[in-house]
C-alpha cells in the first residue's frame, strides 16, 4: 500500500506514469531503447520479452507472457538487484549490469521482479505472511488452479 501511495502521488504531482516504459529507468540499455545508429537495442539478441516489459513506478518489473502454453520463459533483466516476486528469491545481485535469465512463469504467476531495496523485502515479507509466496521448494499447497481468477473461465449453469 505504501508503494501505490507513493506512485500515485508521484502521478498527481510530478506528473510521472505509474505504468512506466523501461527506457525511463534505464535509458543507457540498448535491450529497451533505440541505440544511437537509430537500431532498435541489439538486433538480434533482443528478446521480445524486453519488448513487451515494463516498471510499475521504478522499483517492479513486469514481463507479460503473450503466447499461450508457455510456462517458462528467458527474461532480460536491466541493471540492478532483482528478486523473483513468486519464490521471493534473489535472481541477479546488486552488481548485475543486466543479463538474461530462465524463469518459470506458469498462468498466475507472470515473470515479475522486485528491486532489491529495503522497501521491496518487507514488501516480499509481507506476501510470505499471507502464503501468496512460498519457498521455492515447496508447491503451493493454499491455492489450486481451480480456485484461481480466470477471466476465461466459464460460469456453470
Known sequence: A??????LNDASFRGHPVVRHPVMHF???DNFGRNRHGGRGKGSAQSSS???AFMLGDLVYVVPILKSGVVKTRVYLPEGGWI?????????????????????????????????????????ETLKKKHIIVDSRRRRSSVKSSSMFSPFRRKKR
Open 50 to 52: 524486453s519488448l513487451s
Open 84 to 124: 523473483h516476486l513468486w519464490s521471493g528469491e534473489q535472481v541477479a545481485g546488486p552488481h548485475n549490469i543486466g543479463k538474461t535469465i530462465e524463469v518459470m512463469a506458469p498462468i498466475g504467476e507472470p515473470p515479475v521482479f522486485v528491486r532489491d531495496c529495503q522497501l521491496m523485502h518487507k514488501f516480499v
Open 27 to 29: 535509458p543507457n540499455d
Open 2 to 7: 505504501e508503494y501505490r501511495l507513493k506512485l
